[in-house]
Each structure stands twice: as C-alpha cells, then as structure tokens.
C-alpha cells in the first residue's frame, strides 16, 4: 500500500471539502476556494473531519495515482486555510525589481525592462532586493516563481541573477592569469 496514498488527510476548521461526480473535487477555506478534477479511478471519501483516498487494485498506474491524489487533495486543503508562498532574490549591480499594479517590472541588464503580469489569483510583493509570490494554489505560485526566476537565472561565477532564498549557488573559480 502507497504509504502516503493511505494516510487520512484532516479538514481544518473552517475549511469544507465537496466531492461531485467524475472526481470533481471543491475545497472551500478561508483565503478562497479551489476546484480540481482528479483521476476517476481513485475513490475519495469525505468522513467527518477527514479525506480518505483508496484505490481499487494494485495496478502499477493505480499505485502511482493513489499518492499522487492524496497529496493534490492535501494540497488543496492547505491552501486554502494557509496560502502559499515562494520567496525570490535579486543579486547583480543594476538588478531591480518594481510594481506597477499588477505588473512586475524587472531591470536585469537587458536593454529593456521585463514586464510580468501577476497571474489571476497570485500575488507578487517586491521589497528592496526579494520578490515575494503569494497565492492558494501550489502549483501556480511555484510555476510563477520558475517564470521570474528564468528571465535571468543565477550565474556560477559572481552569483548575479534570480534566485530562491533557499537555493545555494554552486561557485565556480574564474580564468587565472598566464604564467
């Protein structure tokens, strides 16, 4: 048995989760509400206050959707009560980030500036050198981030460029002299 697939996912206050024909999956919380269609051949209960998923054989393309529909639900369920959030940096001499309304302006050496729209239901929040990516759903603020981070990604030599606050930057050591 997938052990992820079969842990119970709890329903936080507040929150209420729908199940409808096909699959289609409603999670309403206090920061919004989320809808997914999930693959029909899984079961999902609602018990109370938890989310259990079972599958109906051991199928190899049954296993590999039964972990894979759990964490989506819980996903969702996390969303909507909490939010998500990916936090970027900008390092580089002239690297700058700006809002203007829901368009993100970044200045990162090219001979124009690059504009990005905020996704419907992403919020982006630029304070000195970070830009900060809020939303519900996981799945669109993570992919956001990427976007941003691949208009200019850091580079191993000075460490210029985008990057997750998290990530380390692996350093390479520059062209020496000739002797």
Known sequence: MSRIGRMPIAIPAGVTVEVAENNKVTVKGPKGTLERVLPIEME???????????????????????????????????????????????NGVGYRASKKGKTLVLALGYSHPVEMEDPEGIESVVAENKITIKGIDKEKVGQYAAEIRAKRGPEPYKGKGIKYVDETIRRKVGKTGKK
């Not at 018990?47 to 998923?53: K, N, P």
């Not at 969702?76 to 970027?88: A, F, P, S, T």
């Open 44 to 90: 999902i209960k609602v018990e109370g206050a938890e989310v259990t998923v079972s599958r109906p054989n051991d199928l190899k393309r049954m296993k590999s959707l039964h972990g894979l529909t759990r964490t989506l639900i819980n996903n969702m369920v996390i969303g909507v009560n909490d939010g998500y959030q990916k936090e970027l940096e900008i």
